[in-house]
């Protein structure tokens, strides 16, 4: 349905607030006229923006627009299998979870696909790129637990697509289903050669409240940082949630202030706390995400070393992990056991939401800390002994 402004002028509204805006980009980047830039907001996340003097009315990017729209009924979708998942040990120490996406992308790259998915930059913002080799597909490996910056993200999935591609995006289920959009509206065809991965996603925090706490821990340390781990579980296995920061004096951080902001969810885009993909159908070709409730259900599976879990949505979808399958261990499990919050409900908005970005905006990123994220300096300091005491155990 088209929608018209206030003052009656047939300019395009892509969202009346911004529960209604995913920042998925697929408006950016369907426009005919270059005419929409997506905009940081005071919390941080990207918006679009429309130069109304550029714009020829074709209302394009309010037709692409998948999370507005939700065209998408959920029950017209299919869950053909689901599957706790693990790639090789080796696999599975580079990833965050069982090492899936690694081996799904694999079996495009062997043959000669492409791959899309999300990375750290040199200033640890999280953005998409694309890989044509293992080299840099191995860069997207591990979760960051920010929102990605999509840029040109969607125009160059298109290009590969056009040029007869085979192409493997992955993503949140919002990035995921403005993508299949996207490329829909342009030619229906091309989406034949695009393997879709979405994420079981619980939400995404703000990329200017991961910039601040990026800087103040940088400033604590009186170092650049080199590297950030979210969810290291290299020392603190599958199931922790401490980020590692490695700085260039040779200084690093085991922190769990970033979780703790992540858990008390204040920091999340308004529109996961109206999320339309908060349940078991999916319109990518496979859902994967960590596969808890493993630990309840099959113990015996669980090393703490990560196993995924593996909604197979299309017949696309199952012919990829058929292929991917001599490099997995596969185990049919029951999706009733493993309902986590994620795939059962939208995220509720705090009450004291409001109250937080008032202090954010009026306070240093110590108050916050304080106040939001239990900080307090001796924590940090208890998961630099644990990690010391785990790596001379040599535990994995
Ligand atoms: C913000 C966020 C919230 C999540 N919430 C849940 C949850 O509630 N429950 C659950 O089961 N799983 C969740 N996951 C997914 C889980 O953490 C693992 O990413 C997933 O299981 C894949 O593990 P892997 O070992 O197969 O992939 P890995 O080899 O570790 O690869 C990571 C994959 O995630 C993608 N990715 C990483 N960061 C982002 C990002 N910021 N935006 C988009 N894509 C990204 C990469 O492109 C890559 O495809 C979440 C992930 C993110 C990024
Ligand atoms: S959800 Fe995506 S397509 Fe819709 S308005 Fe936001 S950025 Fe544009
Ligand atoms: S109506 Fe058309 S030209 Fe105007 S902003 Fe939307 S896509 Fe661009
Ligand atoms: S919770 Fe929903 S809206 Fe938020 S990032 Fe995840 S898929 Fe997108």
């Given at each position: 349905m088209l929608k018209e402004n206030e003052k009656g002028k047939n300019l395009p509204i892509l969202?009346?607030?911004?529960?209604?805006?995913?920042?998925?980009s697929a408006c950016y980047s369907i426009c005919p006229q270059k005419a929409i830039s997506m905009v940081e907001d005071e919390e941080g996340f990207l918006y679009p923006k429309i130069d109304h003097k550029k714009?020829?009315?074709?209302y394009k990017c309010q037709e692409v627009c998948e999370f507005s729209n939700?065209?998408?009924?959920?029950?017209?979708l299919s869950l053909i299998d689901i599957f706790a998942i693990k790639a090789s040990d080796e696999e599975r120490k580079k990833?965050?979870?069982?090492g899936l996406f690694a081996v799904l992308s694999d079996v495009i790259l062997e043959n000669g696909g492409v791959v899309y998915g999300c990375v750290f930059n040199e200033k640890f913002e999280a953005v998409h790129v694309r890989a044509d080799d293992r080299k840099n597909r191995?860069?997207?490996?591990?979760?960051?637990y920010v929102q990605s910056n999509k840029s040109d993200t969607f125009c160059g999935v298109l290009e590969d697509l056009k040029k007869g591609k085979k192409v493997l995006f992955t993503g949140t289920s919002c990035e995921v289903n403005g993508l299949i959009s996207f490329v829909e509206k342009n030619n229906?065809?091309?989406?034949?050669?695009l393997y879709s991965v979405d994420l079981i996603c619980h939400g995404v925090p703000s990329p200017l409240v991961w910039r601040d706490y990026l800087n103040w821990e940088q400033k604590k340390a009186k170092g650049k940082i080199k590297r950030v781990i979210c969810r290291?579980?290299?020392?603190?296995?599958?199931h922790s949630y401490v980020t590692t920061i490695k700085f260039s004096n040779f200084r690093s951080v085991e922190s769990v202030t970033f979780t703790n902001i992540f858990d008390n969810?204040?920091?999340?885009?308004?529109?996961c706390y109206n999320c339309?993909?908060?349940?078991?159908?999916?319109?990518?070709?496979i859902t994967i995400g960590d596969c808890w409730g493993i630990e309840k259900?099959?113990?015996?599976?669980?090393?703490?070393?990560g196993i995924s879990i593996a909604l197979v949505n299309s017949s696309k979808g199952s012919d990829l992990i058929n292929m991917a399958s001599k490099n997995l261990y596969m185990r049919h499990i029951e999706i009733k056991d493993y309902m986590q919050e994620p795939l059962r409900k939208a995220l509720k908005k705090p009450d004291f939401r409001e109250e937080f970005w008032s202090d954010y905006k009026n306070n240093d990123f110590l108050f916050i800390a304080r106040k939001y994220?239990?900080?307090?300096p001796l924590e940090d300091l208890k998961w630099k002994i644990k990690r010391y005491l785990r790596w001379n155990l040599r535990r994995y």
């Open positions: 969202f009346e607030n911004k529960e209604n805006c995913a920042g998925c714009c020829i009315h074709c939700q065209r998408k009924e959920s029950e017209n990833s965050q979870s069982g191995d860069l997207m490996r591990k979760s960051k229906k065809k091309l989406v034949e050669n290291n579980k290299t020392f603190f296995g599958w969810a204040c920091v999340f885009r308004p529109s339309p993909y908060k349940n078991i159908h999916h319109n990518s070709d259900n099959i113990p015996s599976l669980d090393d703490n070393k994220c239990k900080y307090r």
